[in-house]
């Protein structure tokens, strides 16, 4: 438990240290999560079988800037109901993954996470503690807007929607 408090400290000093460019020789798939940098509101929306429910506001914050010189993205969620968490998201070239690590206050845990692009999308999947049948994938709406959508896999190996995280960016003029 003292190691995730460690942690937690740690992203906490980052989070006071947001870089706003790039690295020049960092990879340039870096690119590929930009649409988190700035401030966005949240909506959530839930699955019914048949399509999305309307907007319900959660009342959620995602926050994204640039961290470790430059060469990674950082981004928090802040929710006065549901708690808080951050991500370091950093690409790797050797491998072609992004590897990225997620922390949050309701959890405490440490969680390993990976993504890539599959037809055209950042589609994520967490490594540990292993999450079976699980993956989420990133859709730019606009200029403005993106959504993350959460899937679960069914025993015939269907992939079925569950939420969608839609984010707006604050100040933004599309």
Not at 26 to 37: H, N
Not at 87 to 95: A, G, I, L
Not at 144 to 157: H, K
Request: a negative charge.
């Amino acid at each position: 438990m003292r190691s995730v408090y460690c942690v937690m400290l740690v992203l906490t000093g980052i989070a006071t240290h947001a870089q706003t460019e790039r690295n020049p020789d960092a990879p340039a798939e870096t690119a590929q999560f930009e649409f988190l940098l700035g401030d966005h509101d949240v909506t959530l929306h839930a699955w019914t079988g048949s399509g999305w429910t309307p907007p319900r506001p959660v009342n959620a914050r995602w926050r994204g800037w640039y961290g470790l010189d430059g060469h990674a993205i950082y981004d928090e969620w802040q929710d006065p109901t549901s708690g808080a968490g951050i991500n370091v998201r950093v690409y790797d070239p050797e491998s072609e993954v992004w590897k990225m690590m997620w922390l949050s206050t309701p959890a405490r845990q440490v969680q390993d996470l990976r993504a890539e692009l599959r037809d055209g999308r950042l589609t994520m999947w967490q490594v540990h503690p292993p999450r079976e049948g699980w993956k989420a994938e990133f859709e730019i709406l606009d200029a403005c807007r993106w959504a993350r959508v959460s899937y679960l896999q069914d025993a015939e190996d269907e992939w079925t929607p569950q939420f969608r995280l839609e984010a707006t960016r604050r100040n933004c003029a599309s």
